[in-house]
């Protein structure tokens, strides 16, 4: 039986590629909480540096193009060992048709979101120490699409395949995946403040729970994710009862 002192982030250290905001900024807060030593990565040094201020003092934070596999080979030469990884790199979400569909952004968000993950595992995995993990990110609409997301919920589909081949892949490591429903963060921004709340409104009457979620509590998924050093392969959906509906 698994002890408290086996399950404990004390001393350990764990990386988070967008870990600014969003998923990845919650996460970073809960981990840092259960004593492990952080360090933060985004393409935003104002981001970098906001994200340091609110965590411990010897939290660290690079800067990093997460869709360029120099500055990712590079980035993890600077960060050196670790235990645990968290890939929550995103762009900002679009929602758009098909025949409207920009496929040069499209192109631009697959590589940060699909192709990031793939060479932060290629380039992390080497560094990760014993009982380590990978923990990616993906989508419930790639399980239940609707208009609009083909390129989000292809991606998203993607990704809970490149999770159980990697854990396939590079075990011992375990490499695992949160899928997310609709939650409050930053990815919808560009949608205007009054809009934007009604459709969270919309979104979370039709939910199970009677609305939707924030990133703290996915922040729960990532955090049982690298504790569960029997958990591989899966991919554990936190979504508001979204797919039963």
């Not at 360090?39 to 965590?55: G, H, I, P």
């Not at 991606?155 to 990697?166: E, F, K, V």
Request: net charge positive; proline share 2%; with cysteine.
């Amino acid at each position: 039986m698994k002890n408290d002192r086996e399950s404990s982030l004390v001393g350990k250290k764990v990386v988070l590629l967008g870990g600014t905001s969003g998923f990845g900024f919650a996460t970073a807060l809960a981990v840092a909480e259960e004593g492990a030593s952080v360090v933060v990565v985004s393409s935003s040094r104002r981001k970098v540096n906001d994200a340091l201020s609110k965590l411990p003092e010897e939290t660290k934070g690079f800067v990093a193009d997460l869709g360029d596999e120099k500055q990712i080979e590079q980035l993890f030469k600077k960060i050196g060992e670790f235990d645990h990884l968290v890939f929550t790199a995103g762009d900002e979400l679009k929602f758009n048709e098909l025949l409207g569909l920009n496929i040069d952004e499209a192109k631009q968000s697959i590589n940060l979101r699909f192709w990031g993950a793939v060479m932060a595992a290629k380039h992390g995995a080497p560094l990760i120490r014993q009982g380590g993990s990978i923990t990616l990110t993906t989508g419930a609409l790639g399980r239940k699409p609707r208009k609009g997301t083909v390129v989000i919920a292809g991606m998203a589909s993607a990704i809970d395949g490149l999770t159980r081949a990697l854990a396939f892949e590079l075990a011992p490591i375990r490499v695992n995946a949160v899928c997310a429903g609709t939650v409050r963060t930053n990815l919808l921004r560009s949608i205007p403040e009054a809009a934007r709340e009604v459709f969270y409104s919309q979104v979370g009457s039709k939910l199970l729970t009677g609305r939707v979620g924030d990133a703290n509590e996915i922040a729960e998924a990532y955090l049982y994710l690298i504790r569960g050093s029997f958990s591989t392969g899966q991919i554990v959906v936190v979504d508001g009862g979204s797919l039963l509906t």
